[in-house]
């Protein structure tokens, strides 16, 4: 029994060291401002998969993919908790970020990471949605009702967007 | 639908990075256990996306390995959020390290007895398949003796009914068994006797008839046979010569000379040498 649970220590020990610092990369790309809460996300993320690694399905993609999601959907959760918006009241207010993301004044540091550093590539309209919805965690009848554009032309512009991007990432 | 176009629709890009809907992932699930392109496409993007990530690795806070290890290591908390963990998992811990070791346990024992009944089914299969396979290797060992043997008696049949040198008599039943009747084909070159029972009574268990041939007055023996085989060619001894041949009922095994008022059929060559 212990050494089954110190083999399985060692192995989460090896998946840390491996991708903690991939995944803590994509935290801070949706966790912009508080190195503080993205490392307790990082956290939270690592014992989820611990948790959940059972849930995992290798028919539906690579186990990074999987994390990788893990990793987004913890943030976008902490970006949308109380706690996050009460310590960012006094920066910005929620219904500022799409202005926020689309003027690409303020933010334009923290954007200099990971993904966000391909999306600069691409067509302001274009990123802005992918932003919303990919680094906002926002649905795409969100957008299209933030945005006041179709339903379709949001989807239609996302899935652009991220065949730009697969390509910029070869 | 047209696979390439699905392929360059940017679903694989929204499934992978999680923007597809519910809807658009069941679909993708579904089309990828048909399609492996589909899923070689979608590896292929996941590699991408996965060797980028690990180039824009961050250096993580050293302390927060420590702080997933102590969560994990001492407990099995289900709810932490995000705000204040560490303190939650202390909380917590007290609480569930016997349910989360009794899970652990009864995981690691459920995974023994899958993989252990795995194997068990796997070896009856296998053995179920040997088995089956020695059974049909016996079974067309069986028929192709038995074709081999049919082949053999069919090649005898043509040659004995078709040689010019076979004599055919037609042996007819006597007064005291008129419906007696069975045919020699007698090959006077390879002085080979075969007889054909056409239709004979069953005989006790401890008799037999035996065949004669009438060689100058005098019976010799042919050898004996049964009722039962009935239909078929009967290979008996050769003779040289014959100028009649009787079948009598005689005691299991045959008699060194005819019992003549027990001759059953007789029948006359009509076409000497």
């Known amino acids: 029994m212990l050494a089954l649970k110190e083999r399985n220590n060692q192995a989460f020990g090896f998946l840390y060291d491996n991708y903690a610092g991939a995944l803590y990369s994509i935290i801070k790309q949706i966790i912009t401002d508080n190195n503080e809460l993205a490392s307790d996300v990082l956290q939270e993320v690592f014992i989820n998969i611990w948790r959940k690694i059972e849930t995992y399905d290798q028919t539906k993609g690579r186990l990074f993919t999987w ?60 990123r802005v949605l992918v932003e919303l919805a990919y680094f906002k965690g926002f649905t795409h009848e969100e957008i299209a009702e933030m945005m006041a554009i179709p339903l379709g032309t949001v989807k239609t512009r996302i899935r652009n967007a991220l065949l730009q991007l697969r390509e910029y990432l070869k | 639908m047209n696979l390439k176009d699905y392929i360059e629709s940017g679903i694989i890009e929204s499934y992978v990075m999680g923007l597809a809907s519910e809807s658009e992932r069941a679909e993708f699930d579904q089309l990828c256990t048909q399609h492996p392109e589909l ?54 811990t007290s609480k ?10 009864f995981v690691a024992a459920a995974s023994v007895v899958l993989l252990i009944g795995m194997f068990v089914l796997y070896y009856q299969t296998k053995q179920q398949n040997a088995d089956l396979v020695n059974t049909q290797d016996r079974l067309k060992l069986s028929y192709d003796s038995t074709k081999n043997i049919l082949d053999k008696i069919v090649d005898e049949q043509k040659h004995v009914v078709g040689d010019s040198n076979t004599t055919v008599v037609n042996m007819v039943g006597t007064k005291v068994a008129p419906k007696s ?10 002085t080979n006797v075969y007889l054909v029972v056409k239709n ?73 040498q």
Do not use: C
Request: hydrophobic fraction near 35%; charge should be positive; proline fraction near 6%.
């Open chain 1, 67 to 126: 994390m990788l999601n893990v990793a987004r959907n913890a943030s976008i959760d902490m970006l949308r908790s109380k706690g996050y918006q009460n310590s960012q009241k006094n920066q910005e207010l929620p219904d500022n970020v799409y202005k926020g993301v689309a003027n690409q004044t303020t933010q334009q540091n923290v954007d200099n990471i990971g993904l966000k550093k391909v999306l600069e590539k691409l067509k302001p309209e274009h």
């Open chain 2, 181 to 190: 009747s069975a045919n020699i084909y007698w090959d006077s070159a390879s």
């Open chain 2, 96 to 105: 569930t390290p016997v349910r989360s070791l009794g899970l652990l346990r």
């Open chain 2, 39 to 92: 899923v070689a496409a979608r590896r292929k993007f996941e590699e991408s996306i996965e060797s980028f990530a690990f180039e824009q690795a961050l250096p993580t806070p050293p302390e927060v390995k420590g702080k997933i290890f102590e969560a994990i290591g001492t407990s099995g908390s289900r709810s932490t959020t995000s705000l204040n963990p560490p303190k939650i998992d202390k909380m917590e």
């Open chain 2, 200 to 272: 004979m009574p069953k005989l006790p268990n401890d008799q037999q008839y035996q065949l004669w041939a009438l060689i100058d007055g005098k019976p010799s023996d042919l050898g004996v046979f049964d009722a039962t085989d009935s239909r078929v060619i009967l290979k008996m001894k050769n003779t040289k010569k014959a100028q009649a041949f009787a079948i009598t009922i005689e005691k299991h095994g045959g008699s060194p000379s005819p019992t003549l008022e027990k001759m059953q059929s007789l029948g006359k060559i009509l076409q000497s």
